[in-house]
Antibody, heavy 116, light 110 residues
């Protein structure tokens, strides 16, 4: 069965860095766009970044451009989000999800808290 | 400020039918299919409806979706207490070249 498992979250000070990982299993990872979506406490869903199946095409929402970098390793069936210069408003649960058209499978989410 | 517009709340009594609307534009819902997600508090969102009106396996036929022009709707018939959740619409946006979400609708079963 399809599984997506995020890791790497936690508490970080403003200006700090974190790298999120998403381990995929149960499907042909290299065939799918992958997406990072976040949800701030008590708020709605926000499309943060996506990467094409080959890794050649990426997208970032304006608020994270220049600070976040999405990448993937198809040989290891893994998706990554390097987050630098973190700000308080980056505090959220971060989800990885499969397929930019359907978002048919989501991970369980990982909490990132930016606070001093 | 979400790109897609949903009512913040909806409610109904058990057995009733409720609908949740999602309004977009000519760059998102107009040319592209709409998906709906159900999020129970503390859990990840779950795909409920895809490509406007298709249900993934396991989703009851009490849930249905429709789209007309730049708007879409989710209908839930035979409302049950465990339908209480947040519901989000989403679509691809051709101007942004990214997906966009509605702000979410909190459904309360009275």
């Amino acid at each position: 069965q399809v599984q997506l498992v995020e890791s790497g979250g936690g508490l970080v000070q403003p200006g700090g860095s974190l790298k999120l990982s998403c381990a995929a299993s149960g499907f042909s990872f290299s065939d799918y766009f992958m997406i990072w979506i976040r949800q701030a406490p008590g708020k709605g869903l926000e499309w943060v970044s996506h990467i094409s199946s080959s890794g050649l095409t990426t997208y970032y929402t304006d608020s994270v451009k220049g600070r976040f970098t999405i990448s993937r390793d198809n040989t290891k069936k893994s998706l990554f989000l390097q987050m630098n210069s973190l700000r308080a408003d980056d505090t959220a649960v971060y989800y990885c999800a499969r397929d930019q058209v359907r978002l048919d499978y989501w991970g369980q989410g990982i909490m990132v808290t930016v606070s001093s | 400020q979400s790109v897609l517009t949903q009512p913040p709340s909806a409610s109904g009594t058990p057995g009733q039918r409720v609908t949740i609307s999602c309004s977009g534009s000519s760059s998102n819902i107009g040319p592209n299919p709409v998906n709906w997600y159900q999020q129970v508090p503390g859990q990840a969102p779950k795909l409920l409806i895809y490509i406007n009106n298709q249900r993934p396996s396991g989703v009851p036929d009490r849930f249905s979706g429709s789209k007309s022009g730049t708007s879409a709707s989710l209908a839930i018939s035979g409302l049950q207490s465990d339908d209480e959740a947040d519901y989000y619409c989403a679509a691809w946006d051709d101007s942004l070249n990214a997906g966009v979400f509605g702000g979410g609708t909190k459904l309360t079963v009275l």
